[in-house]
C-alpha cells in the first residue's frame, strides 16, 4: 500500500476531518494492518526508552496511538451511518487484531512502570486536576486490562 492510494491510511496521518466518501471498504483491512505493525514497532521503541514524566510517558503513548485511533474511530463511525455488507466484513475482519493491540498496550509493564513512577512521584502533585485525572484514568485502564495478574 502506498501513501495516498488509502484514504482512511493517509487521513489517519494527516489528520483533520474524516474524508468519509473517500474511505472505502477496500481500505480498512490494509490501512488497519499498516497502522498497528506501525504502531507495534513504535511501542518497542517506546518501552525501551520510555520516562516517568508526562511528556515521556503520557504523551509519548498517545502519539504512537493517535493514528491507529484516529482511522478506527472514522471505521466505526462509518459501520454504523453507512453499513454494507462489504464494510461489516472489512470491520469484523480488522476489529479482533484492533482489540488485541490495544490490550497489548494497555498490558505493557514498561509502560505501566513509567506511569505509575509518575504517580509516586513529586512531580504528580504538580500536575493540573486534569491531567491527574488522565494519569489516573490510564494506570485503572491497565489495572482492568489485567496489567496487575
Excluded: C
Excluded at 27 to 56: I, R
Amino acid at each position: 500500500m502506498t501513501a495516498g492510494m488509502n484514504a482512511l491510511y493517509d487521513f489517519a496521518h494527516k489528520g483533520g476531518l474524516p474524508p468519509f466518501d473517500a474511505i472505502a471498504a477496500e481500505h480498512v483491512v490494509p490501512a488497519v494492518t499498516k497502522l498497528l505493525d506501525e504502531l507495534k514497532a513504535n511501542k518497542a521503541q517506546l518501552e525501551a526508552s520510555v520516562q516517568p514524566t508526562w511528556v515521556g510517558a503520557v504523551d509519548a503513548v498517545a502519539d504512537i496511538v493517535e493514528p491507529i485511533e484516529r482511522a478506527w474511530g472514522a471505521v466505526s463511525h462509518l459501520n454504523a451511518v453507512k453499513n454494507s455488507p462489504a464494510l461489516r466484513e472489512a470491520h469484523q475482519k480488522a476489529q479482533p487484531d484492533v482489540v488485541a493491540a490495544m490490550l497489548d498496550l494497555a498490558q505493557s509493564e514498561p509502560l505501566h512502570r513509567a506511569l505509575a513512577a509518575l504517580k509516586d512521584s513529586p512531580a504528580y502533585a504538580s500536575l493540573s486536576d486534569a491531567r491527574k485525572r488522565i494519569l489516573d484514568k490510564k494506570l485503572l485502564e491497565a489495572k482492568l486490562a489485567g496489567i496487575a495478574l
